[in-house]
Every structure is written in C-alpha cells, then in structure tokens.
C-alpha cells in the first residue's frame, strides 16, 4: 500500500532564504507525482507536475525533483517571501490512478 | 484558463435540509472530482467522473449523492447530512482521469447544524 510522507510538518524561515520540501513515498510504481499549495481555507493551487519518466520540473521560483528509484521528491524555493507562506503538498498518482496525499508541510516566510 | 468554479462558498444547513455544491471547468476535461477535507488533513476522495461515468465510488455514504449532467458540470447532492460532514468540498478536474494534473476549485466551507 503506497504511503506518502512530509517531513517537516512545519517549517519557519526569515524571508529571502532558499529553503527545501521533502516528500518521499513507499511505493516507486507510480505515474506522476504533483506538488500543490494550500492557503488557510481555500483550494488547492497546482505548482508542478513531475511524469514519471522526468528528474524534474521547473516554474519561476520553484524546482520539483523526483527520484523514483529512492522514492523521494524535493520542492525547491528560492528566494522565499512571505506571500510563500501556505501548506505544501505533494500527491503521487499511483496504480489504481487514485492520489495519495502527504500530509503536508507548513511553511511561514518570516519578513 | 485552468479555473475550476464552485458554488457556493459557504453553505450552512440543517441536519433534515437538502442542499446541492456546483462545480464547472471550461478546460475541456474528461474526468471531474469531490474531494472532503477536514481541517489540518490533506484531501480524502469521494467520487470521480471520467467520461461522465461514476468509475470511483468509495464507502461514502449515500447521504451525499452525485451529479455529472455532462462533462463541464458536477453537482454534489446533500441530504440528512450529519454535523460530522462539516468540511471543505473540493471539486477538482483533470484532462482524463488517469494520470492528468489536477486542478482545484476553491471549494464550498460546509457547516452541519
């Protein structure tokens, strides 16, 4: 049975550091695995999608990597702000299609 | 445009009422989902639609009811819900329902009296 692990679950950085998020998962048969952001009662808001097939993926600020053999992913945030701060997660697609979800990292930028 | 739309975006409502949550996507996708979240937990999946089928139904009680009247439309219906479904329901929506990136709306805050 996949299981999908965060660690931190919290996490608190001065603003303007670089700073990285871990996921790892048991189960490397997997088809993709994607990173969200949560703001406190709101949606979930897609940052990156890493296929199986790909090391990693990149959008501004961020860097997602993806190790399948050691079943790990990292998310990568340069250059933190405050408006940064929310809750991370990552969910892998696994072999019944189904997301299994982290529980999530919380993140606060200090100014 | 990767927006996924809910209605409304809070709905109070009584143990014997019967409601309805609203979702839509203009992206052309294939597959549409409800999610619940309780507070501090990550997203716990209820239904997928692909092709406007029903392909996932998990144990979730017949107390919640879904729609798919086509494929830019899901509705989930509520009926004697209990003050434990208080949460946040989260419509998602992916090119198909495999392995497509996941979009969310921004979800209906549900509260039970």
Request: proline share 6%; net charge positive.
């Amino acid at each position: 049975k996949q299981e999908v692990t965060q660690i931190p679950a919290a996490l608190s950085v001065p603003e303007g550091e670089n700073l990285v998020l871990n996921c790892s998962f048991t189960d490397s048969a997997i088809y993709n695995l994607q990173w969200f952001r949560q703001d406190p009662g709101k949606g979930l808001t897609s940052l990156l999608l890493i296929q199986s097939s790909q090391r990693e993926q990149t959008s501004g600020r961020l860097n997602a990597s993806l190790d399948k053999s050691s079943g790990r992913s990292t998310l990568y945030i340069a250059a933190s702000q405050p408006g940064d701060s929310a809750t991370y997660l990552c969910a892998v697609r696994g072999s019944n299609y189904q997301l299994i979800w982290g529980a999530g990292t919380k993140l606060i930028i200090k100014p | 445009d990767t927006e996924v739309t809910q209605t409304p975006k809070h709905l109070v409502m009584g143990m014997t009422n019967k409601k309805s949550l609203k979702c839509e996507q203009h992206m052309g996708h294939r597959a549409m989902y409800w999610y619940k979240q309780k507070a501090k937990k990550p997203p716990e999946l209820m239904f997928v639609y692909s092709y406007e089928k029903l392909s996932i139904n998990e144990s979730v009680p017949s107390r919640f009811s879904p729609e798919c009247p086509n494929s830019s439309l899901l509705n989930l219906h509520l009926h004697a819900l209990q003050p434990e479904d208080s949460a946040l329901y989260l419509c998602a929506s992916s090119q198909d329902g495999t392995t497509g990136e996941q979009f969310f709306g921004p979800g209906t805050r549900l509260t039970v009296l």
